[in-house]
């Protein structure tokens, strides 16, 4: 791969051990294929700052460090890296996900000769068989296989010069936490779509993250609300389904499993339910069952989590 032609580029925030086993495992590829990494920190002090520059000491001249205001909200580090790159194709990743840049290279370098929009990977296998390379030109095709899968930073790699600054500006305003999934469907409902579906699992999660900032901070519910007015914004050109395929992903984060998960991480209480209340009543959820859980002892959340085995990890972000 030649230089300047794609960037991975990892948004992260006061993780340094998160961005120095990230590092580790994906600098030694990247220079190998002449990819290039940046970081873009918000971080209140210098730890993953330090561990950069160590890293380009030790010859790694393909590792770039970007410092950001620490009152950025997540979403908001996104433009820097679709917008203006100066590579020819991106790579955004979460810092809780290690992509296997060894194991798809050549297809990555095959695809971006063919020159798609984007590259899309799927994050799990979901029981169906592995593919490589299936053609998508239709938008409703690209939601019905990777609407949930592009949720997750890491699972799509988009050319450059895609988004404009104007067009990113008012996405940030309408789409916030899922800012990218509502970019790629918005441009793509207007547009020819030139995209390739690799149902390849991508990743390895970095064993240092054990929950994504909007679970740890109490904001899932928040974040949930924001998923909804994902839904309700797309163009009118996804409307005869739209509704289904979010379904999913609403049961993914507020199914019975994962609320017993919820009350028992701290982001389900009574003035969390009754602030979100909106948000059960949208998706037909029984505000009697959330509140008998809301009224539970935790304890007794605990338990539940281990009967279904259900405490697994969050690392979208």
Known sequence: MEKGQL??????????????????????????????????????GNATKDIVEEKVSQGYG????????????????????????????????GDGIIVMLDKYIDVIVQEMEKKRDMIVFSSLLDGKEECIGME????????????????????????GDLFQS?????YEKDYRSFIHLGAYFEKFAAEE?????????????????????WVTGK??????????????????????????????????????????????DGNLDAALVWKHRALFRKWKISLRK???????????????CTIYGSKYILHLH
């Not at 104007?166 to 008012?170: K, S």
């Open 7 to 44: 960037l991975i580029a990892v948004p992260t925030k006061d993780h340094p051990q998160y961005i120095a086993y990230y590092l580790s495992e994906v600098m030694p590829d990247a220079k190998r294929y002449h990819v290039d990494v940046c970081i873009y920190d918000s971080s209140a």
């Open 62 to 93: 393909n590792l770039s460090y970007r410092k950001m205001p620490e009152e950025l909200q997540f979403w908001e580090k996104v433009k820097g890296i679709y917008v203006g790159s100066g590579y020819e194709y991106v790579w955004l990743c």
């Open 136 to 159: 998508i030109t239709d938008p409703l095709v690209l939601m019905e296989n990777c609407w949930g899968g592009l949720g997750i930073w890491g699972s799509s790699i988009v050319r």
């Open 166 to 170: 104007g067009e990113w500006d008012r």
């Open 193 to 213: 779509l030139n995209a390739v579906y690799i149902h390849n699992s991508f990743l390895k999660l970095n064993p240092f993250k054990k929950a994504s900032t």
């Open 219 to 264: 904001k899932v519910l928040e974040v949930m609300e924001d998923y909804t007015k994902i839904v309700e914004m797309l163009p009118e050109r996804y409307s005869p389904v739209k509704w289904e395929y979010a379904k999913d992903v609403i049961a993914t984060y507020l199914g019975l499993e994962r609320l017993w998960v919820l009350r028992w």
């Open 290 to 304: 959330v509140m008998f859980i809301v009224l539970c002892p935790r304890k007794i959340a605990d338990l539940m």
